[in-house]
């Protein structure tokens, strides 16, 4: 907490205006002048000029601070003009490099030309090796072609690059150095490496995909940066295949390079640090220790893995001297490079998360469970078969099943193929299985639940006992744990490296213990609920029970791996068949591997008489089952089957904490968002979905039109911005025509992004102007642009709306507040009919004669008319007081197409206040831009004319459902996304300071009396983006001295 008072102290001292302040100042400079001698004599007797000159010293003291002050602005607009020169000559340097590229001699730039865009048209079969391939002391000194990705580069002069290639889990590093002709070549492929290739290759983003020459050879020294550590490359050729039209928001790099060292973690805020956007990130060394991996017995159930992971690490790590360390080439506007990777980052982007080695290998083990899974039920006689995913009725239970209109019909996604294996074992096929999708409705945002997972099945007739099933079930998962750790051991030590990893253990004969038996362990072990009571024997166990007895099992018999057989009667399904010897039990068993469930089965129901009489008393109404009851009804064998979640497996068999990790795509309650409507546009040639030169590039693409990537690159003007407002805005992005913002446009939809450079900080104001699909893609690409053009810049976000809001704060773990809102009405609310001091004012202005005056919306302003109100507004600002908070500057003629215009004249045509609605989206309105009331101006002025306005603006737009006065501040602040309660807790005193200081308040107290409602808009920054100088510079960038 220390930490955080200190800068916020300096910051309310920094803006603090009270008549107390300046007096402390004199006396303490007072003080130190005569402890010099200055203001008090030595001989005790008073001076008359005492005063004066401890006043001069006073004097000199502030001019030598303006000297300063002035000294270091100097220096900051020098520096400013030498990073400008360096971005000029960087610019200017790859333009001639991307000149000399598409004009240069043949043979210095056929090395690295990229690829045309690969439409099939030609077919050389070149020969392309994999890695995995490679016999290197076979092949040392050879030629090789080969397609990768960039892992990473870096630079260590302009004629020499280190370049590590991807292909899957294997890396391996190149040297890019310019010299001479290539004698190794063919002559008619002989070329030279440059110094524009070097500098052209540097500059490829991460994760380009690139088709390579090279001669493979042994390494001088050990490569600690690659997997293959022994054996590099000389690049002779590097073509790109095609570009990144977005740069990825982590790179493969950095996510297997996370730090690992969270010992100075405060609180769990700190464990979820900023993530930026990253793509060509240079790593300033590559060399990756890790220690051993550590051990951990008992299965995670953390609904987030890098807090489970962090427990693990300081569970596992008691006694050892040092904790698994790794390094970064992320950085964050300046903020810390100790940082995590949390698992929301990830999964939100999954792509780039599967590239990396650990998630290759995870999805390696995965097929190959379901390869062996296979071959023994095949070897064992059983056939695959696939059952439909659409049924006419809950399969087991209703609650838990996706309904769907199946041609005006209900219909539901299968919960399990349960009911078609048992039809399959009717017709006589006797032993089948399948893999395939399962659906479960179920609301459960845990770590080892999804609504969509992969099933693998078996169902199989019976001779005399369903154990003949058992005995199958518990064959095929021994011989699945020795064949996953034969076939794919360095997958699993590579997967252990960032998740701990401990052998499944198991036994030759697994122990299978009655359910009762199981419940009497717990019992014995004291084991209570979080109520206090003991387990029952005729009740289904909760996760933690089950946990506990997992590990009373390892104790006991020493096997993660177990059957718990006879499951009470309560917990299983209709089918289940009942015990013969207490019907309070089941034929029925779980498995379970590391203290969770890995698969549920037992035998099934066969007679049709007794089936249906469990149906009845299920409450499923046989006549919606017809088509399963008819095998029953003709005859079916004694069978039992099971059902496993391959993804439960994975997770479990790999103790990687998380359900989510082990599925592809994983999908939960919280996957599928709704996607926003499509809105009219008011200018359908300015939509940034369909640009207006994207038609006409795709007439005129043709192989002659293509550059070298295929890719036609259009000349073109972007939609103008006034334009974009009327089609995407809302009220912050009106203040974006002001000379003081910048704008940042996105290339290919032309879409807009308006942001203020102030204290070193790049401040985004409002939302992208585009659609609302568009805006993720516009956010990342947006910071993106500030990491290339602005890196000495740290980024906040203004004004953020609940989209970008939760695209920040999930995406890239940002820290989101909210301490404003948008306060919007309806302009057929009369607010006047509810409150009587404004209908008062109203009544007031009318007895002055104030007369309302509507100019024609679209047309210009006449220019004696705006010559009278320039006069006003000059009357206007010279009668303000103090320092004002604002983001627009007062500019009432700016976009007069988009602006209507309305204002009050006294009857001796004096001109009393303006109101200027500025037209936005069609789904927001229009926005109160300006209301201003002009010096001695009647009471009740600018009330009367604002409602004369909104109702002007109804009557004139039927389709305009609200009007926003733009933003304004809430009483106090409340803490967002990946905020601590000690940040927010400081974070609300600071903002409590400054809003009594520059009363925030008081324009939203007069806006509640037009009937407004708020809407809450976020303020968003990444890790230590706000500080007692983030503060500054937003306040310093609205502040305006009166």
Not at 92 to 107: C, V, Y
Not at 171 to 181: D, E, H, I, K, R
Not at 367 to 373: E, K, M, P, Q, T
Request: charged share 30%; net charge neutral; glycine share 8%.
């Amino acid at each position: 907490m220390n930490i955080l008072k200190k800068p916020f102290r300096k910051l309310k001292l920094g803006h603090s205006s009270s008549g107390d302040s300046v007096p402390k100042k004199v006396d303490t400079d007072s003080a130190a002048s005569s402890v010099n001698g200055v203001g008090t004599p030595t001989n005790g007797h008073s001076h008359g000029n005492g005063n004066a000159l401890a006043g001069s010293d006073v004097d000199s003291r502030r001019q030598s601070r303006e000297i300063i002050n002035a000294e270091r602005e100097r220096r900051s607009l020098d520096k400013q003009r030498v990073k400008a020169e360096a971005k000029k000559r960087e610019t200017m340097a790859r333009i001639e490099d991307e000149k000399f590229l598409e004009e240069g001699p043949a043979d210095m730039t056929k090395l690295y030309k990229p690829f045309s865009m690969n439409m099939s048209k030609d077919r050389t079969n070149e020969p392309r090796i994999l890695f995995k391939d490679l016999d290197f002391e076979k092949m040392d000194g050879e030629l090789i072609s080969f397609r990768a990705r960039i892992h990473t580069l870096r630079r260590l002069s302009a004629k020499l690059v280190f370049i590590v290639f991807r292909q899957q889990t294997m890396t391996l590093q190149g040297v890019l150095q310019s010299f001479n002709p290539i004698e190794e070549l063919q002559k008619e492929n002989k070329g030279t490496i440059t110094e524009q290739m070097v500098r052209s290759v540097e500059h490829y983003p991460s994760e380009t995909i690139v088709v390579v020459h090279a001669k493979l050879r042994k390494a001088v020294k050990k490569v600690k940066n690659a997997t293959i550590h022994d054996y590099e490359l000389d690049v002779i050729e590097v073509h790109k295949v095609g570009d990144l039209t977005e740069h990825v928001p982590f790179t493969v790099y950095d996510a297997e390079n996370i730090n690992r060292d969270r010992d100075d973690i405060e609180d769990d805020e700190d464990a979820e640090s900023s993530l930026y956007p990253s793509a060509s990130d240079t790593p300033k060394g590559a060399d990756t220790p890790r220690d051993s991996t550590p051990k951990f017995s008992t299965p995670r159930s953390s609904t987030d893995m890098i807090r489970a992971s962090t427990d693990i690490i300081r569970r596992s790590t008691i006694g050892r001297g040092s904790v698994d360390k790794s390094r970064t080439s992320m950085d964050v506007f300046g903020a810390r490079s100790q940082r995590s990777l949390p698992q929301r980052v990830r999964l939100n982007n999954r792509i780039v998360d599967l590239r990396t080695g650990p998630s290759q290998a995870i999805f390696r083990i995965q097929s190959g469970i379901c390869n062996l899974f296979r071959t023994y039920l095949d070897d064992q006689g059983f056939i695959e078969i696939h059952t439909p995913k659409l049924q006419g009725g809950a399969t087991e239970s209703g609650a838990s099943v996706f309904e769907l209109n199946y041609f005006g019909r209900p219909a539901f996604l299968a919960q399990s193929p349960q009911l078609a294996k048992q039809m399959a074992i009717a017709s006589d096929f006797e032993r089948v299985y399948e893999v395939g999708p399962v659906f479960r409705a179920e609301d459960s945002n845990t770590p080892r639940h999804l609504t969509e997972y992969t099933g693998l099945d078996l169902e199989m007739a019976l001779e005399e006992h369903y154990h003949e099933a058992l005995d199958i079930i518990d064959g095929m998962f021994k011989n699945l744990w020795k064949g996953i750790y034969t076939r794919y051991q360095k997958e699993i030590d590579l997967i252990s490296e960032f998740y701990p990893q401990e052998r499944v253990m198991w036994l030759e004969e697994t122990p299978r213990i009655k359910f009762a038996d199981g419940v009497k362990l717990l019992i014995e072990d004291g084991w209570v609920d979080e109520e206090g009571n003991p387990p029952k024997d005729t009740e289904d166990l909760a996760t933690r029970a089950e946990i506990r007895l997992g590990a009373i099992v390892r104790e006991k018999y020493n096997t993660d791996y177990y059957i718990l057989d006879k499951f009470p009667a309560s917990a299983r399904p209709f089918y289940t068949m009942p015990d013969p010897s207490d019907n309070r039990y089941t034929n029925s068993f779980d498995i379970f591997m590391r203290g969770q469930e890995i698969l549920s089965g037992g035998q099934r129901i066969h007679d049709a008489k007794f089936l249906e009489k469990n149906l009845k008393a299920k409450g499923i109404h046989p006549d919606t089952m017809t088509e399963y009851l008819e095998g029953f009804r003709w005859g079916a064998p004694p069978h039992a089957g099971c059902g496993i979640g391959l993804e439960r497996l994975t997770y479990l068999f790999l103790n990687l904490g998380n359900i989510r990790l082990a599925s592809m795509f994983p999908r939960d309650p919280k996957s599928l968002p709704a996607q926003p409507p499509r809105l009219a546009l008011r200018h359908e040639e300015a939509s940034t979905t369909n640009p207006p030169w994207e038609q006409k590039d795709y007439e005129e693409l043709s192989e002659d039109s293509a550059d070298a990537n295929g890719v036609v690159e259009s000349r073109h003007e972007h939609q103008p911005l006034e334009k974009l407002i009327a089609n995407y805005g809302d009220a912050a992005n009106t203040s974006w025509l002001d000379t003081r913002y910048k704008v940042w446009r996105h290339q290919s939809t032309g879409a807009a992004q308006g942001y203020v450079v102030h204290n070193n900080y790049a401040i985004a104001v409002g939302e992208p102007l585009c659609a609302k699909s568009q805006v993720p893609q516009m956010v990342s690409g947006f910071l993106q642009f500030l990491k290339e053009e602005h890196k000495e810049l740290k980024p906040l976000w203004m004004i953020a709306g609940p989209q970008i809001e939760e695209y920040l704060g999930e995406k890239f773990l940002w820290r989101t507040l909210g301490c404003i809102a948008e306060e919007r009405t309806d302009p057929r609310n009369n607010p006047a009919s509810k409150d009587k001091d404004l209908a008062r004012k109203i009544r007031h202005a009318e007895a002055e004669g104030m007369k309302e005056i509507d100019l024609p919306f679209g047309e210009p302003v006449p220019e004696d008319l705006m010559q009278k109100i320039d006069a006003r507004v000059e009357d206007w600002k010279k009668g303000r007081k103090g320092t004002q908070v604002h983001l627009t500057e007062i500019r009432p003629w700016v976009d007069q197409q988009h602006r209507r215009y309305s204002y009050s004249q006294g009857p001796d045509g004096t001109i009393h206040a303006i109101c200027i609605l500025h037209q936005l989206s069609a789904q927001n309105g229009y926005q109160v831009k300006f209301s201003l009331e002009f010096p001695n101006a009647p009471s009740g002025t600018i009330e009367s004319l604002i409602l004369h306005s909104l109702r002007s603006v109804a009557a004139a737009d039927p389709e305009c459902k609200q009007v926003t006065f733009g933003t304004g501040a809430m009483p106090t602040l409340e803490g967002g996304r990946n905020m601590g309660k000690t940040k927010t807790k400081a974070l609300r005193k600071a903002y409590e300071g400054i809003n009594k200081q520059f009363k925030l308040n008081n324009k939203s107290e007069f806006r509640e009396k037009m009937g407004v409602r708020n809407e809450p808009v976020y303020v968003c920054y990444p890790r230590g983006g706000l500080g007692a100088g983030g503060i500054r510079a937003i306040m310093g960038f609205l502040e305006d001295e009166g």
